[in-house]
């Protein structure tokens, strides 16, 4: 197991104003990645984080296919599946207790038209690895510099100012001036940078209060031959959410009336009791944390005020039915990143940053909706539903046999909730930072549900098994330092030329040549015949011509041109 990082703030110098090009608030998964991904561009930043260390509470766990192929892209996907949940693929089962009655269960087995859609679509798997074991690896890897990171350091304030802003931060109860040309904040769903900026939520009310329990427990006797990813009991009482953390780590969610938590009644005492009502049994319970959150479905009307950007929980919160939650703040970062260097290293102007929101809100809202549809898909039988169920279970209104059968119903109509790759790969934004070649999306019967690859412009670039130098490689590990041409042996010279003389500088790639497609599968992919596509750093398609053109160094510069220049959608 990875140990937390922290690092001691330096002591500020009164009235000394330090200058960056980027401050990121907020050191949870998307201000660590957007982090990373700045340095990876030549950008410097300063992340400051109001905790002493990454987060010592499990929280967001589910880690989708878009974003372990990011991870795969900074160098950490293995490191990731390595701290991940062995039990991650286990079923999902409606019990009693525990240790109790079995009501209703859904197992992850696919069919095998849908195992080999899932092989084919990515090179890599989601997973389920908790948010305080994935902090520690993106810390580490974001230390490498040039951003740096420092932790128990609160934002305070901020003052727009023509060129940037000028924040206020406090550590050690003194106070540091820190001028930047971008504020981003990536601080969660009560974001300090979010009211400082005078911006409110959107959305529905709250859905439910929640009480999360992390506590370390050993119930290997009831999951060591049946693997679990979570369990919800039915309850008259205390129904509860649990989800297996890996090893003997368990997070115990149950939801309370009110909208305030008095933390002090939740002592390891009581939550110890909580734990084990839902387990059935007197185990022994080593409570780690409690934290408090609302589950809510909102979103930012506004991403960027001038200077001052929201990234993650900060601009969006979903309910944590269908784990989009951390997943969307990670790929906000992947989409800002390269937006930011491309501005800073001179190759783009400002207009192209209004793209971020233009592409990433219709993403949030779609995620935000999708999960929304899950809560109410389940609303019978979780939280007040799961009470009510346990209620005319125990009244004996209802046999165990007729409700696990209503239970295993509803299981199987929201069997998507828990498989959703089109959402996870098959998001294309339709307006920003690229040029629409007039073609529509690939038709499919449920888009939650179906991913069929495209490179239709906006759309995430097809993944493709490919042979360089003797070795295979995804074509999505072609992509990530800069803008990539593909092209076939057709036109290479003519595309390599082209590519060779744009500012900025892309890179060529002739599929064929620079890489083998052993199965000639990359035209028909990616639909171009003798003509290119070009991606962008963030592996989105940025433009795409399906024959050759009369001048390819004047058309790809153009596409350039109007690209970087950015749109609002």
Not at 307 to 322: K, N, S
Not at 335 to 348: E, F, H, I, S, Y
Not at 448 to 473: K, N
Request: with cysteine.
């Amino acid at each position: 197991m990875v140990d937390r990082v922290s690092t001691i703030p330096e002591l500020a110098i009164v009235n000394s104003v330090e200058n960056v090009p980027v401050l990121i608030v907020g050191g949870g998964p998307t201000g660590l990645v957007l982090s990373i991904l700045l340095s990876r561009f030549g950008v410097d930043s300063l992340l400051v984080e109001a905790d002493p260390s990454t987060c010592n509470h499990p929280q967001a766990h589910v880690v989708n296919r878009r974003t372990v192929e990011i991870l795969r892209s900074i160098g950490l996907e293995e490191a990731v599946h390595a701290q991940s949940d062995p039990l991650a693929q286990g079923a999902i089962r409606f019990v009693t207790s525990i240790a109790g009655e079995a009501l209703a269960s859904l197992e992850p087995n696919l069919d095998e038209s849908r195992l080999a859609a899932r092989r084919a679509a990515s090179p890599s798997e989601n997973t389920s690895c908790p948010q305080d074991l994935i902090e520690p690896l993106l810390a580490g890897k974001a230390q490498e510099g040039p951003g740096r990171i420092l932790f128990s350091t609160e934002l305070t304030g901020f003052e727009r100012k023509e060129d940037g802003v000028v924040a206020t931060v406090t550590a050690n109860g003194q106070e540091r001036r820190i001028q930047a040309r971008w504020l981003v904040g990536c601080d969660g769903a009560s974001s300090r940078t979010r009211d400082l900026a005078g911006i409110e939520m959107e959305g529905l009310p709250t859905l439910a209060y929640i009480v999360g329990i992390y506590c370390h427990m050993d119930l290997s006797r009831w999951v060591a031959d049946r693997p679990v990813m979570l369990y919800w009991t039915i309850d008259p009482e205390s129904p509860v959410t649990i989800i297996h953390m890996g090893r003997n780590r368990w997070s115990v969610q149950t939801a309370f009336s009110g909208d305030h938590v008095p933390l002090d009644e939740f002592t390891p005492e009581r939550c110890a009791e909580i734990v084990r009502r839902a387990v059935g049994a007197d185990v022994a319970v080593d409570v780690r944390s409690v934290k408090p959150w609302a589950m809510t479905a909102q979103t930012a009307p506004s991403w960027r005020q001038g200077p001052v950007f929201l990234a993650g929980d900060a601009a969006h919160r979903f309910p944590p039915t269908g784990g989009f939650g951390m997943n969307t703040g990670v790929q906000d970062a992947h989409n800002l990143a390269w937006k930011m260097a491309a501005v800073l290293n001179g190759q783009a102007g400002e207009g192209l940053l209004d793209t971020y929101e233009a592409e990433r809100s219709p993403v949030a809202v779609a995620n935000s909706e999708f999960s929304v549809r899950n809560v109410f898909g389940f609303a019978k039988v979780m939280g007040p539903g799961a009470m009510a169920q346990g209620q005319r279970l125990a009244a004996g209104e209802v046999t165990l046999e007729a409700l696990s059968a209503e239970i295993q119903g509803i299981l199987d109509a929201e069997a998507g909730h828990f498989d959703a790759p089109g959402l996870e790969l098959g998001f294309c934004y339709e307006n920003g930072a690229l040029i629409p070649d007039g073609t529509p999306l690939p038709a499919v019967d449920n888009p939650d549900r179906d991913y069929l690859p495209s490179a239709r412009p906006g759309a995430r670039a097809p993944h493709l098994w490919l042979q360089r130098d003797g070795e295979r490689l995804s074509s999505l590990d072609l992509y990530g330092g800069g803008f990539t041409l593909l092209a076939g042996t057709d036109q290479a010279p003519a595309w390599r030329q082209a590519a060779n003389q744009t500012s900025p500088k892309v890179e060529p790639v002739v599929i064929g040549d620079t890489a083998i497609d052993p199965n000639g599968h990359w035209q028909d992919l990616y639909g171009v015949a003798d003509g290119a596509v070009l991606i962008r750093p963030d592996g989105h398609v940025a433009w795409r011509s399906k024959h050759s053109v009369d001048d390819p160094g004047r058309e790809l510069q153009d596409a350039l041109d109007q690209i970087l220049r950015g749109t609002k959608g």
